[in-house]
């Protein structure tokens, strides 16, 4: 991992099941809480036809884009179901209620 962390703000300030949106120099990255209190970062538009995910549901771990509903994993960036294509996940972490973001280095997708 790199050493890149950027404090993003604390926990509570993203509701569960919502997002914030983050703008970095690798372009604007959506972070979610889930009702679990996990958090997930991916770029912040749909792989179909580059939705804002910020703006769409979260379900479990997943998102539903707002514009075609097509689900996509948080955990993965890919889409789920009969649906092709995958959205650049982040390293997120949190500490002590804290959320820190690497945005320096974008993790695959998980197949």
């Given at each position: ?84 294509g995958c959205t650049r996940r982040f390293p997120v972490k949190v500490e002590a209620g804290r959320i820190y973001l690497d945005v320096a280095l974008a ?5």
């Amino acid at each position: 991992m790199s050493d890149t962390w950027i404090d993003i703000g604390g926990v509570d300030e993203i509701p569960q099941k919502g997002s914030r949106v983050v703008k970095t120099t690798s372009g604007d990255v959506a972070v979610f809480r889930t009702v679990n209190d996990e958090v997930f970062a991916l770029r912040d538009r749909c792989p179909h036809k580059g939705g804002p995910l910020s703006q769409g549901i979260v379900h479990g771990t997943s998102v539903t884009c707002p514009l075609h509903n097509w689900v996509i994993g948080l955990d993965s960036g890919s889409a789920q179901g009969q649906d092709k294509g995958c959205t650049r996940r982040f390293p997120v972490k949190v500490e002590a209620g804290r959320i820190y973001l690497d945005v320096a280095l974008a993790l695959p997708r998980v197949a």
